[in-house]
Nanobody
Framework: EARFSESGGGSVQAGGSLVLSCTAS?????????VGWFRQAPGKERELVAT????????DYADSVKGRFTLSVDMAKNTLDLRMNSLKPEDTAMYYC??????????????????????RGQGTQVTVSS
């Protein structure tokens, strides 16, 4: 059974940085698949943060985080890491690691819809104060 555990969340001031890490058991991030991070703020729907297609390392970022966040897979540790710089109060949310999602057969981009990822962790809270 695949299990995912997120870590690295916390409270920071605006402009600060955090690194979120997702550790998988029963699942290998080396397998060709779409994996990524999604987030959900109170009263809002879950939204894309970033995805990566592990076979090609092709990434996709939400416009709101582009240039500030970096997604990568550590094959040796079997973790999915999200480096977040220049954090803003609007980045405050619960962040979820999600895996094994589909790719768009036409453009090749990973799905941006959280519901299409069958695996996810319990989440880690990120709070950014102004």
């Amino acid at each position: 059974e695949a299990r995912f555990s997120e870590s690295g969340g916390g409270s920071v001031q605006a402009g600060g940085s955090l690194v979120l890490s997702c550790t998988a058991s029963g699942y290998s991030f080396t397998a060709p698949s779409c994996v990524g991070w999604f987030r959900q703020a109170p009263g809002k729907e879950r939204e894309l943060v970033a995805t990566i297609y592990t076979q090609t390392s092709s990434t996709d970022y939400a416009d709101s985080v582009k240039g500030r966040f970096t997604l990568s897979v550590d094959m040796a540790k079997n973790t999915l890491d999200l480096r977040m710089n220049s954090l803003k109060p609007e980045d405050t949310a619960m962040y979820y690691c999600e895996a094994h999602g589909p790719r768009n057969p036409l453009g090749g981009r990973c799905s941006r819809v959280s519901a299409r990822y069958p695996y996810r962790g319990q989440g880690t809270q990120v709070t950014v104060s102004s």
